[in-house]
């Protein structure tokens, strides 16, 4: 059964209410990003891109990754003083104003711990900081006397020793309070840490503090830290890490500047070949400025061109003719004028001896066309009389190839023949005897 | 720049689903679609100052398609003048609502017709321009878009029904 036209129809209905799979959004989009890219967008911020050689490209990409490590370095120092706490402030400070006592008097059991006892002004105690030598600050004690009170701060990292906390713990009964420790060592190194404070109050009351599981490998700066009144007791007690946040800070920036990789850039710039590359760079600025040069020159030019133009239109403005005439020598004149009526007496002899070349052309011309005239005329006639044709006045055709001749596209009697032959060559200057010969001659009267 | 691609895409969001429907069914099987319709706009935004009447939005689209498609099939047939293509075209039927399976019937039947013929139908069927209007777009005249029409019905009916009849395992060869 065939489609009919109804449901035909339906079909149509069904396209015509079908939603669009192309949304005027999706349209839009792209409609915009062709415009632009045909407006020169894309195009434009090629050949901008391709200003730059490759090589100008590395100079500038080491030129930023040096600025940004200077930067980071900057910003790593700065962070570096804020994070050594106010202990550090009070140094540089001490050490504008005041001496800097280096004592060899043995504080904790480990002979290799020194002392420096930063002097301060006479209003002030000194500040003690202990470490050890040739290894960075592993505990520092600070006797500071800005509020009244005696400030203690000892650094645990996984450089403490056995003795450190020991020492720590000594400190600690001196103060008036029990610290408890227990140590995991691997390999020498301070891993982990559990601590326990208990400190007896005046009311009798007791506080107990324990911190478990403290990671050294995490907290590289873990502080047990303690303020003593005049008599040597301690009075507010704190552990954790204070400068946690700095510090972290401060690793992250050191992350940052190993991933920069800063000897390898080092490397890398350093086979970039500077010299050759600044040699290049100046010749590009040199090109640039010779470019600059012709632009102006062409410029200058132009002006000049106009100038010149304007210069010539003034001379000629100022013509004098009258005067130019004037200016004329008579002799010249009389010169110039005999040498012209000569030329003309030669141009004269020239065309009428032309004429007579022409002249003479044309009877030979007259004379061979009259020649031809009483040939055809000739033929014409033998013709007739031998019947070929049966009006010389019609339009006559004749041909001879491979041997045969026509007239009329009639062949001619083979007794003809010969007869015809001598006539063709007498009349016609045709050589009979030629091979392949296709000769046809066709007379109309006038 | 941006004031007149405003105003041209502002003229150009009522018409975009007639628009949209005409390339989707003109191309059906020969290209991207939406090639077309973005050739086509980029050409109509170049000459849009050239447009008088606003109204005729849509027929000027058209016009500017049907060129386009004159022009890419000349060049076509340029280049593939010595040799004969036979495409076999294989569909899976069920994989189609009924609807859509009744859309990709017609458009697969449309794809067969000769483009002079496809375009008449599609503009008079689908899109909905007078017998005038199409020979206005199409520029030719109005009797033979009139044959176009008739003629191009009656295959679309041939075609349809043989359609119908192979639905169970739509398998067809055909030569373009």
Redesign the interface.
Known sequence: ?????SE??Q??E???K?????T?EE??R???A??IA??GGVLATKSLLKLFTFKQWIIMISVLSAATVGTLLVTLTASTEKASSSLSENEVNSNNKKEIIQSDAVIAENAAERTAIIKLDEAHPEMQIVTQKGKPPIMVRAYLLDDGTYHFEYFITQETSEEDLKKLQAEAKAAGFELKYEPTFESDKLMRLNLQIVQIKENGQRQNIQISDIDLKESSNYKVAWNVDDNGTATSIACGEEFRLKEADQREIEELMESLRMEELVAEMEQLEMDELTAELKQLQEELGEELAHIDLAREMQIAGLEELAEVEELVAQLRVEEIMESFDEEAMVEMREGMEEAFAEMEREQEKMRKEFENMCEQHKGHADCCQKGHEKMLNELESDGLINDKAKRTKMTASRGKIEVNGKEIPKDLRRKYEQLIEELFEVDMKQKDLKWQWVHVCD | ?RKK?KEF?AL??PI??DF??FC??RVYGDMD??DL??ET??KA?EKFEELRAKEAFLSYLLSISVRILANNNRKRKEESDSFEVVAIKAHDVNAKTD?KA??Y???QALAQLPDEQRESIILF??S?FSIKEIAAIQNATESSVKQRLRRG?MR???I??FE?KNSGSTVKSEVS
């Open positions: 059964m065939n489609l009919s036209n035909l129809d079909l149509f069904n396209v015509r079908e939603k669009p799979v192309a005027f349209t839009q792209t409609f915009i062709a415009t045909s407006a | 720049m691609q895409l150009y969001e975009h689903d949209e429907r989707r069914a679609f939406r319709m973005n706009l980029l935004f609807n009744d859309s019937f017609l458009h069927e689908i909905g019905r679309l009916r041939e349809l029904t119908a």
